[in-house]
């Protein structure tokens, strides 16, 4: 399985599905620092209509999240930016986004000194999606979807 960035804005050939990254404000101050290059910003990743994110919780559950695009609650909707396109099909998405939510765990992410974290995950979404890469046959993770705090605590409570 391949997945390519386009090279070409004119060649909108072959079966491509357009991936964007969904940009949000995380304060009102944004309208104001934007105009100057700054701001404090949620993004989330969309392909096949589907917006994967990435977030804070106190579980060692994951972090990632998928939800309906342009969206995200609590934040204020931005912009969407074109990042390239991909020949993977849905379930592909899928098993590539279980596969990462092994890796990036919700009570990992700070904001603060691991700024890395969250640009790490970001590059690798953008890697998989917008880069040549070779998926393995075989992806064996946990299952994405949205879910909500309730049942988090939930979990971790049968765990104890």
């Not at 309730?150 to 979990?155: A, G, I, L, M, T």
């Amino acid at each position: 399985m391949l997945c390519r960035k386009k090279l070409s804005s004119d060649d909108d050939t072959g079966g491509s599905v357009p991936v964007y990254l969904n940009v949000y404000d995380l304060t009102p101050i944004n309208g104001y620092a934007y105009w100057l290059g700054l701001g404090v910003y949620h993004s989330g990743v969309q392909v096949h209509g589907v917006e994967y994110a990435f977030g804070a919780h106190e579980y060692s559950t994951t972090g990632i999240f998928e939800g309906e695009p342009k969206q995200c609650d609590g934040f204020t909707f931005r912009k969407t930016i074109l990042i390239g396109k991909t020949e993977m099909g849905l379930a592909e998405v899928r098993a590539v986004m279980e596969e990462l939510a092994e890796e990036y765990k919700g009570n990992a992410y700070n904001l603060i000194p691991r700024t890395v974290t969250i640009s790490a995950m970001m590059l690798a979404l953008d890697y998989w999606f917008s880069m040549q890469c070779v998926l393995p046959a075989n992806l064996n993770s946990t299952k994405v979807s949205n879910h909500k705090m309730e049942e988090k605590v939930d979990e971790t409570e049968k765990e104890n």
